[in-house]
């Protein structure tokens, strides 16, 4: 994750930060709460003007597709050439001319996290660490601040507000989607995307951790050997469990089976009885 501070050449003030995402090569904003609408780029103002400080990825590459050679310059090919690049690169382009443009005084400066101002610090602390899908757009998503909350991908998705007008999700995609890079949020193909604020504050909290789901994962499955070791039996009799459908795996690694721990304690304490 590459962080760049939006700067002017005429104050001091930073009041909106681009961050680039090297392996999804996609662009998010964020804005500072104190921001001066009237310090900031016309595009990011207007999204300044909602109350809105995390701006998605579609329109933060438009932003940043306004600052550097369009697509559809007649001499493109000669550009890219005399600056070394073999292909058109929005990421790179921008670097080049360090965010500048004829429009306006800002420019982009490279930055650590460490020196995010402590209200985005916060709120990208909140962005997604993972997520279980449970079916029909339901995810158990975790949080990097150890929250996890349940998500209803589609009810969210119809939020005007949420999307800021990029697209509606259909049912038939509900578990299709997948967490970005750097937890920026839930993606469905280049552009299409919910944002972790919109999950944090749309969520329903649940009476666990991060910490205590791995946990609870990790104490709760066992392997084929273990389960061995539980009944005091060979790899042959879990198979043969298995063939009679007495122990069902929840889930393969490969071609290992994995399951519940307690389903194996109760068929222990069912042939003892």
Same mark, same amino acid.
């Given at each position: 994750m590459k962080i760049y501070a939006i700067r002017n050449d005429n104050y001091s003030e930073v009041a909106s930060y681009l961050i680039y995402s090297k392996a999804e090569k996609q662009f998010a904003i964020e804005i500072t709460q104190d921001a001066d609408e009237w310090k900031t780029p016309l595009l990011i103002a207007s999204f300044l003007k909602r109350n809105i400080t995390t701006i998605d990825p579609f329109h933060s590459k438009e932003w940043v597709k306004q600052r550097i050679v369009p697509t559809d310059r007649q001499n493109l090919g000669q550009i890219l050439r005399d600056n070394g690049l073999k292909t058109y690169d929005e990421y790179e382009l921008l670097i080049l001319g360090n965010g500048r443009c004829a429009q306006d005084d800002h420019y982009i400066d490279e930055i650590g996290f460490g020196e995010l101002p402590a209200d985005i610090q916060e709120r990208m602390n909140k962005r997604i660490k993972g997520a279980v899908p449970l079916g029909n757009g339901q995810y158990l998503v975790c949080f990097f601040d150890g929250c996890?909350?349940?998500?209803?991908?589609?009810?969210?998705?119809?939020?005007?507000?949420?999307?800021? &007008?990029?697209?509606?999700?259909?049912?038939?995609? /509900?578990?299709?989607?997948? #967490?970005?890079?750097? &937890?920026?949020?839930?993606?469905?193909?280049?552009? /299409?995307?919910?944002?972790? #604020?919109?999950l944090y504050s749309k969520g329903t909290d649940l009476p666990i951790n991060y910490s205590e789901l791995t946990s609870a994962i990790k104490?709760?499955?066992?392997?084929?050997a273990e389960a061995g070791d539980i009944l005091d039996c060979s790899r042959q009799y879990i198979n043969e469990l298995v063939r009679k459908g007495r122990l069902k795996p929840i889930k393969f690694s490969g071609k290992n089976p994995l399951f519940l721990k307690s389903d194996v304690i109760n068929i222990r304490y069912t042939q003892k009885s």
């Open positions: 996890i909350k349940k998500c209803n991908i589609f009810e969210i998705s119809r939020d005007n507000e949420c999307l800021e &007008g990029v697209f509606r999700l259909y049912p038939s995609e /509900m578990d299709n989607a997948r #967490p970005l890079t750097d &937890g920026y949020g839930f993606g469905w193909g280049d552009d /299409m995307c919910i944002l972790y #604020p919109s104490n709760s499955l066992v392997s084929s």
